[in-house]
Every structure is written in structure tokens, then in C-alpha cells.
């Protein structure tokens, strides 16, 4: 069933009955193995790496045209046909609808979830991973500070969205959801970028009680190393 997708050629399944994730543990990636592990749906990780040899090879290629991880194969998909699909946040939508959870309990409920999917997909990942570029990075290197400047000023304005929006809540949308899966990931980035300080992390009390609510979750420790790095 899987001989349609010529990625598995280059990264073979082991088990061609199960959702087949390719991917690499960076905020991305872990999104979607986090959700696996979250929704317990039986999955195989490929790792791929984010040298051209895998990310531009002709097989990555094939499933995802825009070079870029995650991506994943599933072989029984919609009307019981495979369905190949790159775009993070899409697969969380499409994972999440396939188990039933974790987006919402009615339609209201749906949509205010995308949002928050939505909001990551067209802010808080893109803002944060210029910051890490800018400032942890290549681009560290380059004199104008203007760069920095403008990515760790709007890194500022989302955590103060993120941090207003959380007062006296749990999670971002109501009950536990793909919105946290898509979300904390690019927050935990912060540390990792050495950019917490700068951002004025620790002045969002809000925000640092979620991260460490959604750190704390077991299957969100499984998915942050899935798959190994080496």
C-alpha cells in the first residue's frame, strides 16, 4: 500500500500498516510525535536529518515538496486510502480528527482550537525560529543589530499575547489540546536559543507555569526525542 509514496525507498517501513512519521526533534518535528504519543496511534519514525541529502533528496521531495520537516505517510487514511502529508500544523488537524481528540468537544470548540494552531503556524514559529537565527545562529554574526531588534521585539509581543491569553486558564484553548502540542514546543526554543532573558521570559508567570505544566506531561517527554537525534 505504501509502494505509491517513493520516500519509502529511501526510508524503508519496517511495519507499512503503520502512520509513518518522517522527521527530526526540532519544535516542528516534535509537535507531531508528541501528538502520536498523545492520541496513541501507532506510528514508525524515520529520522531525517536536515542536510540537503535528505531534505532535498528526490524521495523527501516527493512527499513534501517544500523540503522540510515533519511529514508523514498514512496508510490508512481517509475512505481507507493512504494519504501523504507535510505541514505541521496540518497533520496535527488531520491526526486529531482521525482519533477524535484532543481539538475540541464540539465545533465551537474546533475552531477556536485551529485558531491557536493558526496563531503558532503564522507567528509564533516563524518570530521565534528568526530569533534563533538572529540571535543564537548565522545570523548572529551580522553586525546590524536591527535583525535582533526586530525578532526579539515580537518574540515580546507574542509572549504577551500568549501570557494575557493564559490568565486563570490551564491550556490555550479550554481542555488540553493539538493548540498546546503546536505551541509549547517553540517555547521550550527559548532555552535552547539562550534567548530567554532577552525576551523577558521569566516576566510571563503565566506562561512559565504552562511550559512547565506541558514539559511535565509523560508523553510529551517520549515525543521530544522521537526520533534520536543520533
Known sequence: MLDQ???????????????????????????????????????????????????????????????????????????????????SGAILIYLAEKAGRLIGRDAG?????????????????????????????????IEDPRPRERYINEAKRLLAVLEKELAGKKWIAG????????IGPWLRGLEYYGAQEVTGWNDNPNLVAYLDRFLARPAVQKGLNIPPVN
Open 5 to 87: 509514496f517513493p520516500i519509502t525507498r529511501k526510508w524503508p517501513a519496517q511495519d507499512p500498516g503503520l502512520i509513518q512519521l518522517y522527521s527530526f526533534p526540532t519544535p516542528n518535528g516534535v509537535k507531531i510525535s508528541i501528538a502520536l504519543e498523545e492520541l496513541g496511534l501507532p506510528y514508525e519514525a524515520h529520522r531525517v536529518t536536515l542536510s540537503d541529502d535528505d531534505v532535498k533528496s528526490p524521495e523527501f521531495l516527493s512527499l513534501n515538496p517544500n523540503n522540510k520537516i515533519p511529514a508523514i505517510v498514512d496508510p490508512n487514511g481517509p475512505d481507507g486510502k493512504p494519504i501523504g502529508l507535510f505541514e
Open 109 to 141: 470548540e474546533r475552531f477556536k482550537v485551529i485558531q491557536w494552531v493558526m496563531f503558532q503556524m503564522g507567528g509564533l514559529g516563524p518570530m521565534l525560529g528568526q530569533l534563533g537565527y538572529f540571535y543564537k545562529f548565522a545570523g548572529a554574526e
Open 175 to 182: 481542555d488540553y489540546s493539538i493548540a498546546d502540542i503546536a
